[in-house]
């Protein structure tokens, strides 16, 4: 699993990349003056797109880097380093995954309209699934409808969590197209552009204290009989889970990847910190036997669960995500859960700075505890994975 | 520890004063609108008040309700099960604290001057002690100064974690008086006007990621070479950490009782969210084994930690809280953890729902991941009471 | 809940007699030398009689020292120190529930034969309820049965962890005497003295490594066909379940303080140990922060834990234990767990040394992992008392 | 880390052999039944040779299987499915790691006498270092001396948890031969045959209640001046600890891959438990959601502890046991703790059974809790990792 040397050379300077160029960006983020920040970002974006370095998860016949999941996954987790990482490469959640769906299951005409711009870095997009009133741990049950209308899908319902809907393009929406057809049929994923009438964004969420901007909220959007052509739909119609199923893989090794980023980076603010900081003169914080605790499980963790990951994409790259349906299941909740200790312990490390935005920690401890629930809680997978591991049991 | 029936009334009442008017007010204050809950809540202060429900931890004689620390406790509890609830009659650190001080140490003058109308509530005040460059852990390493100039202090230097200086009327400022003094008796607090000339509000820091307003801020401040009469000091020279020390006890049943009271509210929540919210029709989330097992170590964790902080009380109110120390350090860093734990698992019950503002949860999650820290980081304490344990044992 | 200053004096004097006339029999049960190791220990008993700390639990009615359960718990606590400390005063398991079974329920003839000698320390009995092949989480899920023949019973069955039957006089055995009757209806509790036909002691079952003797030892047991007369029942028929739960409230307060004894006494070798110990000339094990941690986390614990069940004790006293079914199944599986990190890490502070037999420590550690099992597994509690508390918030 | 095809096929022959041949000798272990025990796994140690299946860990110079570090591993954690498992292939310790210290160090005629049969497994030996009056921790604190005399040395001291010293024919001990040295320069390592005079093996101790036998024993040794020629030191005077260094790396993936082993067949055990026995007639165990959680939570901590263990050894196959250092340290505490609680899991999903000796777990459950602390205890190994890394950090 050890990279190419090419490859090390090419995360060798992503890295510093972001070291230089992006993380002096954070604090602009941090103190929510996202407009400026953004128009440093944008600059950066085109700086890093001349480098070469864009769309890491698109093949190159789509314009991008061409990288296997396994290698991905070792750029992803360049970039998780930062707050900002990901969005400088073009490789954000939801438009890393949209960009997805659209290549395997878009008409040309999709991808001549959606698609191009997307690549681009020209426009953005949201993915709305997740419903207030309904639990996102059962995909099914779901009350947005796509009822036919003529040549037309008639779209009504109530989503949230839609992140990045605000300045967003255009939205891909689930919703239920057959409620009568079999349990994993019944939903399609349709394309909504944000300025079809109907379309209401409705209010960015206040998560943790923040609503956030752009690419970085959270929305709340009503779809209020909105009105788009059939051929707006994603591949055949009741197709919407089996496209969702798809995404997941690769996405939770992404999620993943970015996590074990966001653990180097505290580790070493955690480390940094712990020498740099007296607790009486001449006796660094690094001294305690607490901090080398800390350090040491924290240092075990982070490599257990990286190589995991790695296996995981491995698996993936070779046998297909189906193959791999139970690593990935595992890791989900295995690396949020060592993501949000490395979190703890670096922030309690920095004791009163810690809980400051003077580092990134505070803001990854608050947004990230999402991390054991989006995507499928942490009891969802295991659930669903001890499920599968005790039908082999089972004589 | 059962209150009396005449406490019980109390508290009955306060609580559903608590759940009809106060807990209403929260979003606003979620939502950042603190001038428009400022001013509902200031009219529930003036409610609270005029029912006898002011100044609990403060004797008669001054005003209060004259309350054991037992019985301030239980109060405390019902109070803490709002964010709102300390502010609401007039309890919110550090008021509270400063109240306490003038108390014991002010002269008339100060008591005149600064005492009447911060138990009035007309006025606030901070308390600055903590220094950015120096760790909280070692109270004794401080850097700034009070020099005698005349029959004046210069003070100079610089602080930050003032809770709500921003709108008070003074501060209490620790400052080195005599450096060369035996390690603890180098300090003194000392009173100042916020209209001093050289009182600078640098900033309100950002503490994940909000700033908050009055007294809900964190706050950043210069004293640039601050001219303040001696007889501003409280106490005699040198007696600034005696007189912190004093604080510490009650303080931290205050907060303890606070924490339990936020756990108490957040296990209603997790349990009323159980109930109601089906993950499948018919099929209530509370049905779930992982839930019923939060449920039941939140129950256990509260119950055993609220009898824990309510048995310290009563050794302070028995014995004083010199014999209480070993109790008060262990209740700190314990109660803290288990704060942690239940509000861990009162979110991951919530879901989605659960990092949103919606509830005041995600507030307690980020906010009170500092009750590890303030006051005390858990380290420091598990040391402190480890280390007088062991002397018990050494021969 | 502080104890009677009488009340100080009798736990003082048998904290005395457990240290000097009990613990040095340790070392001869840990090397499991019984034989010897018993008559020493009734020579102790005789002694403990004769200062009349005798049967803590039992009425001064029927020989006790009548204490209530919150005294009886504190004497528990003390003998808890002790591997030996129980069997010492004659309130061991089962011995003791056995008694409390009898006094409620035994007739006239019932007691003479049975209770009096047990009283007197005479005799020793056994409690044959668990069943190899079914869980104790079902208790109406059970396979023995009691068969009426004329005015006798027929008894066939197989049950284990029959804890102290080899050497026992007589089992209560529990068997569906109406398998048609309601659920909690069905089985019976009925005294089988051991030396009848068909009551066959199969083996007695290796626990952890180890089969002991004697009371301290866990025995399966075959009943083949095993007649007594009817009038061997204890009360009405179909009352089994009901007699068995009525001990249970009172039996959990027992075991969780005998547990707090064990912690205090791990606590102590572990605090002691650390201060002996030393890791480099002049420096002990009790200067390092790791070891600093153990001890205050442990000390936290147990005054919580045991705070927890005082409370719980003192509620079962003013208002019986239906009213405290929840505080009773919270502690059952709160302080187990206490127990086990107790105990963790004071075999950690030893080293090597720790999982030796020179200290009772590795016994506990391997026999009272039990505790999280026996007398309703932690998760069968956790569910129980959740759904008691999740009743209340279902409108 | 995919094992080649060549190897998949050893390892599964070796784990058919383990299933079938060895898995049954368990019983008889584990009831002490040590004679009949070995009789039969003496005649299974030959049918291992003859298969080819013999010194996995040695070169087939010396007539091992002469496999890589990563081969043995995966090897290891096959035969640590049963208590049995490393006797039956003669890859115990410590005479696995005898013979490397003899094959690195050994003279040719130290080689002839000693390495010879004990590669043949004709003879056991055992390794004297741990000295009860001396922490494990500070090796270097040590007050067995070797003094020259003649062409001899005089040993004399005290050592303990000398493994398999019963029966074996020889010891490897760690004698100070030059106080005066450089601190890692004073031990030597010296072959000391057990039938020289003053050899006195005192006491097999008592380790979790049992005192084993043979090679599953921990015996106490008093070395009384015990005369042996100083050609029976192992390497030049004072490089007892180098070498002793040399064998840690190795040595440490040995115990890692056979705890992984370990959790494995306990993994299986608790999964086929789960799915039999049943809660309520036609509902298993395993339809509980506490039971999932452990599994999943298992299944993901064994598979990154597992991918941690071989990378370490790949690392050392590549670039030797210096530049893995860091690993190897990292993989000792963290495999033992995730030992730990996989053992904890498989015992409490057994209930009652789980504590009986009818399963292998509660042997393991209690005798690899010394994993925490043989070969140095957690705290040591997280230290000295935490300090290796912070040098890291220091500008």
Redesign the interface.
Known sequence: ?EPSSELKKVLSTIREFIEKEIIPLEPLF??HQYAEMMTHLNEKRQMAKSLGFWLPQISQEYGGMGLTLVEHGMVSEILGRSILGHYALNCQAPDAGNMEILIEHGTPEQKEKYLQPLLAGDIRSCFSM?E?EN????PT?MSTTAVKDGDDYIISGNK??STGAEGANFAIVMAITDPKAEKYQRASQIIVPVDTSGFHLVRK??????RGAGWASHCEITYDHVRVPQTNRLGPEGSGFTIAQERLGPGRIHHCMRWIGICERSF?LM??H??L?????GHP??E??????W???S???I???R??VL?AAHKIDQKGQYAAR??V???K??VAGVLQRVLDRA??TH????????TPI??W???E??A???DG???V???S???R??R????
């Not at 639990?135 to 059962?138: R, V």
Request: with cysteine; charged share 25%.
């Open positions: 699993m941090l103190n997740t207030p639990p996102g741990s059962n049950w949230w969590f969420t206040s998560v943790m204290g923040e070493d480390c940094e712990a020498t900081r007296e607790v009486a003169p914080l690094a305690q036997q607490t901090i080398q605790n350090i040491a499980e240092r075990a963790e490599n257990a669960a190589l995991m296996d139970e690593e299941g595992l890791i909740f295995h922030l309690q004791g009163a700075l810690g809980v400051t935005d003077e505070a803001y401890f608050r947004h505890r999402a054991r629930i989006y809680a942490d009891e997978h295991k659930r994975v001890a499920r591991i005790l082999r049991y089972a004589s």
